[in-house]
């Protein structure tokens, strides 16, 4: 069992694609290494996504975050590699 104060495993980034334009997204990083919820919607955002639905928890020193997202135009879509590679980009980063 990992210590709660054990942040070598951190950040995680999970991005499922569950098809029809839906896609979840979990983000686990450190109190003390932590990213704005604004920032990874933005990134979102700029992918052609939209946030349906955003919760943010606390768990000893860990913050999750679960993201619920949709394509804004299902035609269009997102790319599912895509977000994940910028959302990666974006907790490295802190």
């Known amino acids: 069992m990992i210590a709660d104060n054990d ?3 951190l950040p995680v980034v999970e991005l499922r694609d569950l098809g029809n334009d839906v896609i979840h997204i979990m983000l686990i990083s450190s109190s003390n290494r932590s990213f704005m919820l604004h920032q990874v919607i933005s990134v979102i955002e700029e992918e052609g996504g939209q946030a349906v639905n955003a919760s943010l928890s606390m768990v000893g020193n860990k ?17 599912t590699s895509r977000v994940q590679q910028r959302l990666l980009n974006l907790v490295y980063r802190y």
């Open 7 to 9: 942040d070598s495993t």
């Open 63 to 79: 913050i999750f975050h679960f993201l619920h997202i949709e394509a804004k135009i299902a035609r269009v879509g997102v790319e």
